[in-house]
């Protein structure tokens, strides 16, 4: 079971992305849980507020369950156990087109014998808004999303990116309180992707309305949120920023599926308050006790590749300081990612800056590499 996260987690009170002053969540999940057998628990006892006008993303791997917390919210999937709630009032029995919901999906969803005007004009026609308000609203939701002179073309006359654009449109024309995004980039192609991230994110903060987004990739995660619930096996492993999440890491998923993370794993030899100092195949290092089982149990210590200096220069800077050897040497345009044998380790990878000098580095020679207590977590085994 997870704890509740509201007190400690939610933001309020903030300008940035749209969030206002209300510090009621707009979106709250109670007790909730999800099984499709009847036996097996897909969501676990999940608790979890979502502010007004924030950017919320849930990210995790097939299968965490992060998916079907989004068709439970949007009333395509039944809650087995628990109540969820939309702006104070419980949505569980509210059939999925009285909820006002907006939603964007990855295969778009567009109707192909409709023009691109009228796809945005459905949603307000099954509302009976009167046809000069549609025209308006049509207009508006056209010129967000940069399309305004394409309002008469037909979705296969669209690029993926602009059908996409087209969707999303189409999700806020009607001025829902909130819109659900369900992995919405995954089929278009890396460049357009990162284009469309900036882009979703721009029309969020400017808009200020509640998104909920699910994604399996965690650069999207990174780049648009104002929280990220890291979702494994039904159960949110944590939930923060995405800055919080990335630098402090509460257990060993989390350092692992959130960016590059070297990990060793050792024996604690001695604690003492906020350190430990880890036994990692005979060499002794320090690390910041963050979720460890005490002297004498295993550990994982988390290290980021950015975070370890190669042949530094004062040496006395650093808590932990090793003879490594270098494997490998992959050239990635920026930096110069260097895979090294430290501390019993063939898998150790260091980030080399292209502008520096150490990236004339070759492969078998042996370096140094130095890292500092802090930047180096010991999590759970």
Not at 71 to 91: K, V, W
Not at 103 to 115: D, G, I, K, T
Not at 336 to 354: H, L, M, Y
Request: charged letters at 25%.
């Amino acid at each position: 079971m997870i704890a509740r996260k509201r007190a400690a987690h939610r933001v309020t009170g903030m300008a940035q992305g749209g969030m206002t002053e209300n510090n009621d969540p707009l979106v709250r999940f109670e007790s909730v849980q999800k099984s499709y057998d009847g036996e097996t628990l897909v969501v676990k006892d999940l608790n979890l507020d979502v502010a007004r006008g924030e950017f919320l993303t849930m990210l995790g791997p097939s299968g965490s369950g992060k998916t079907t917390c989004l068709m439970m919210l949007a009333g395509f999937e039944p809650a087995t156990h628990g109540e969820i709630y939309l702006d104070n009032s419980p949505i569980n029995n509210v059939p999925p087109h009285k909820r006002g919901i907006g939603m964007v999906f990855q295969n778009y969803a567009l109707f192909p014998h409709m023009s691109v005007a009228e796809n945005l004009a459905f949603p307000l026609e099954v509302r009976k808004t009167p046809k000069s308000e549609i025209e308006q609203r049509v207009t508006k939701a056209l010129d967000m999303v940069q399309l305004g002179s394409f309002g008469n073309r037909r979705p296969a006359q669209l690029s993926g990116g602009q059908q996409q654009r087209v969707a999303v449109a189409r999700a806020l024309v009607f001025d829902p309180v909130l819109v659900l995004m369900d992995e919405p980039l995954g089929a278009l192609d890396k460049q357009l992707r990162e284009q469309m991230q900036y882009e979703i994110k721009h029309i969020h903060e400017n808009l200020g309305v509640t998104v909920v987004y699910v994604t399996h990739d965690q650069s999207e995660a990174l780049t648009m949120s104002n929280r990220v619930a890291v979702f494994n096996d039904g159960v949110i492993q944590q939930l923060a920023p995405p800055d919080e999440l990335y630098e402090r890491p509460q257990n060993a998923f989390v350092a692992q599926f959130i960016g590059e993370n070297n990990t060793l794993v050792g024996d604690i030899k001695e604690a003492d308050g906020d350190n430990v100092t880890v036994d990692v195949n005979g060499s002794i290092i320090k690390a910041l006790n963050v979720n460890t089982g005490g002297v004498g149990s295993k550990t994982t210590l988390s290290i980021r590749p950015e975070r370890v200096a190669v042949n530094p220069s004062n040496e006395g800077d650093y808590q932990n300081v090793f003879k490594a050897t270098v494997e490998e040497l992959i050239y990635l345009g920026d930096h110069i990612r260097t895979r090294a044998s430290v501390c019993g380790d063939d898998e150790f990878v260091v980030k080399i800056a292209n502008a520096s000098a150490l990236a004339a580095i070759k492969e078998g020679t042996e370096v140094t590499f130095g890292w500092k207590a802090e930047d180096c977590r010991a999590l759970d085994a």
